[in-house]
């Protein structure tokens, strides 16, 4: 069946939209429409900054009229080793931050710098200084490093202030518009001094609330002496850590705001701390952080930014209109889709690629690599390798191209190679495009992510020059009748039974009478019922997720897994504490560090990992969640019939995503990505093919 291109979108602006492309005075500087990219992580900091440098630029040339650094760390005695933010330390740092300045302001955004002195939060693993923070506490920071921090006296006090206005200083120097005070998420280390439960100082930076804000008073003023008439101050600070009255909350920090209203020239809101900042789309909606900053501007002057992981337009003007945000601020929507700003302002729609709030780019933060993006596989690799999330140089020679698969890797590769001209095809088995993304948007919590398939499919079906054909379950005979010169097999992968993975080698003995499941058979709709084991030894979201849907069917679920917690890996994406609660809440039986080591009639034999000790669970059914196999059948045999590729018009024939190595759905789409850019290219494999920043030597 083939699919026939669907109308082009509009390139006219809708006027319900104007009120976006409003301009915002931010103290001195004039910031050109509503659309704020936020500060945010990105795991390039002070090792790559021509790529973060880039990565901004291209924020700024998708009409972003405020582009914002990460953290720049402003002094060595606090500085969050081994996470790599940008550093403002001294004068030598001035030219990697200038660079960013510098391209941000080619498009004629404003270019922000994220302060930062994380005090309490920094363990200082490189520059071996002692923390400074209110109090003699150990450091709070995701690690639980055996750091301790000291309390600061009046001497240390001054002394941050000074280094503030200082790092300002040079801030202004390396030509930012923007300079922030960071007092935000427990990264911006005043907000340990804000916080009744960190600061209790009897002295007059502690206290009542008038002396617990003292200490971000005097670096506003600080910074506001540095910024002088040339650069406008923002202050970021969190409204609510979500722990009740416990924590700073929205009416205290209003009445922060209120107090300090007068220093600022503008206010950026959060959450704090991070994991509830930037929650992914299992646990929030769009626009979740609208209670906590829905009454601020009540208590100030100054113009307020704001983020909710906002992609839809229409929020974005009642956000505007009701009076609770000035600026839409955007990370993760930034990251996503860089041009965001320009597509609504050329009423092009149908062409955002939404942030499907997977967290993914987080992960690139918290695992010191440069970030990636599920739905942008530009994002992070528009420096070294060129890459752009609208633009694709044209093909190099002619050349036919059949795509055998749909899902993302696909769906990608069919994407760019028609927009860098080929002729495609695109045959998938299915009636349904999507591969493992049609599946997984319906499990619970993850709908969202069906926008890689939809923004996809979407542009794809407007494109003249690939067709799709569905229900086409391609076999070598086809392939080789057809006469395509590339041949791109996106087949995707399995997920095995046999209980091999990580922890098992060899497969585990399992009885025939028992029923033994995969997430494929979950996901295909074979239920599971009575006491069911999941055995986790994916470690990413794929075991919680099938316990939390089993559980949600009415099993009685027990999940299984060899790690110290359940989805261990997706502290990554900061939703490991909140999988976890979630399985606890739908009374899902947690057993961590063991490991199944048969699976008899009604019953899994259990290994302790740490003791060996051995144990049995009753159960009626086993899902395995460990590994996934390759769909490799149509490789393997076109493999065996090389000889006759040429004869069939046959040039090349290349695996992609999930058929080459099942990863994440980044990392298919990544691949399928990066098949569309290097066509035609000559790839040596002796030589790295990125740009990269070497260390100079002194
Ligand atoms: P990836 O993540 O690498 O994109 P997926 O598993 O999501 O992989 O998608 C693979 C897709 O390939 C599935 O939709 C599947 O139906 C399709 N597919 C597998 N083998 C064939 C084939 N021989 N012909 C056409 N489509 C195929
Ligand atoms: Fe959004 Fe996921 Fe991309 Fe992050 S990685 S910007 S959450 S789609």
Not at 395 to 403: D, F, I, M, Y
Request: with cysteine.
């Amino acid at each position: 069946m083939l699919d026939k291109p669907a109308a082009q979108p509009s390139t006219v602006r809708d006027p319900r939209f104007d009120i976006l492309f409003e301009p915002v005075k931010i103290g001195p500087v004039t910031a050109r429409n509503r659309f704020y990219q936020v500060p945010n992580c990105n795991g390039m900091g002070y090792r790559d900054p021509s790529g973060a440098a880039m990565m901004r630029k291209i924020k700024a040339e998708g009409g972003w009229s405020v582009v914002c650094t990460e953290q720049a760390e402003i002094h060595h005695s606090s500085e969050i080793t081994p996470f790599i933010e940008a550093r403002i330390w001294g004068e030598d740092d001035i030219p990697a931050l200038a660079r960013s300045a510098d391209w941000i302001h080619e498009h004629d955004a404003l270019a922000g710098l994220e302060l930062c002195y994380n005090g309490a939060n920094s363990p200082n693993f490189t520059s071996r200084e002692i923390p400074m923070g209110p109090a003699d506490l150990p450091v709070a920071t995701f690690t639980f490093d055996p750091v301790q921090a000291r309390a600061m006296d009046r001497t240390d006090i001054r002394n941050l202030v000074r280094w503030h206005g200082q790092a300002a200083r040079r801030g202004k120097r390396a030509g930012f518009d923007i300079l922030y005070v960071y007092a935000g998420k427990f990264l911006g280390g005043p907000m340990f001094f804000l916080s009744r439960r960190y600061n209790q100082r009897t002295d007059e930076y502690g206290g009542s609330l008038q002396n617990r804000v003292r200490l971000l008073k005097e670096l506003i003023e600080e910074t506001k002496e540095a910024a002088g008439d040339q650069c406008g101050v923002v202050c970021r600070i969190s409204t609510d850590e979500l722990i009740g009255p416990a924590g700073l909350h929205r009416e205290e920090a209003k009445e922060i705001i209120a107090l300090l209203d007068e220093y600022p020239d503008m206010w950026d809101l959060t959450l704090s701390g991070w994991e509830n900042d930037s929650q992914t789309s299992r646990f929030a909606e769009e626009g979740y952080q609208e209670p906590f900053v829905t009454t601020v501007k009540q208590v100030t002057r100054k113009p307020v930014v704001g983020v909710g992981r906002f992609t839809s337009p229409d929020l974005m003007v009642r956000m505007v209109r009701q009076g609770i945000l000035d600026m839409i601020g955007a990370a993760r929507p930034s990251i996503a889709d860089p041009f965001l700003p320009k597509k609504i302002e050329e009423g092009r729609m149908e062409d955002i690629r939404e942030c499907i709030g997977c967290n993914i780019c987080v992960s690139g933060d918290f695992t010191m690599s440069p970030i990636r993006c599920t739905q942008n596989p530009t994002m992070g690799e528009e420096w070294r390798r060129g890459w752009h999330p609208e633009r694709i140089r044209p093909k190099e020679a002619e050349g036919t191209v059949l795509v055998v698969g749909a899902g993302p890797a696909g769906l990608e590769a069919a994407l760019s190679l028609g927009r860098r001209g080929h002729e495609v095809k695109l045959a998938e088995a299915g009636t349904v495009l999507g591969g493992r993304v049609e599946r997984e948007c319906r499990l619970p919590g993850l709908s969202a992510w069906g926008r890689v398939r939809d923004y996809r499919v979407g542009q794809i079906g407007r494109m003249t020059n690939v067709e799709v054909y569905r229900d086409s379950r391609l076999s070598a005979d086809d392939v080789l009748s057809f006469g395509f010169e590339h041949v791109v097999l996106a087949t995707g992968s399995h997920w095995r039974a046999d209980g091999v993975g990580r922890f098992h080698q060899s497969p585990v003995a399992i009885d025939p009478s028992m029923p033994v499941l995969t997430p494929d058979d979950v996901m295909a709709g074979r239920t599971a019922t009575g006491r069911i084991v999941v055995f986790d030894d994916d470690h990413y979201y794929m075991g919680g997720v099938i316990a939390e849907k089993l559980a949600r069917d009415g099993a009685a679920v027990t999940l299984v897994t060899p790690a110290l917690m359940v989805s261990a890996w997706t502290i990554n994406t900061m939703e490991q504490h909140r999988i976890q609660a979630r399985l606890m809440e739908l009374g899902v039986e947690i057993l961590v560090s063991k490991l199944p080591t048969d699976v008899g009639a009604g019953h899994v034999g259990l290994a302790c990992t740490v003791t060996g000790r051995e144990s049995t669970l009753e159960t009626d059914g086993v899902v395995m969640v460990t590994a996934r196999t390759p769909d490799l059948a149509l490789f393997h045999a076109l493999s065996a019939r090389e000889n006759e590729w040429a004869g069939a018009g046959i040039r090349s024939v290349t695996r992609v995503g999930d058929a080459v190595a099942p990863g994440t759905i980044a990392a298919a789409v990544y691949s399928g990505h990066r098949y569309a850019e290097e066509l035609g290219a000559v790839i040596d494999p002796d030589v790295t093919p990125f740009r990269r920043e070497v260390a100079r030597l002194l």
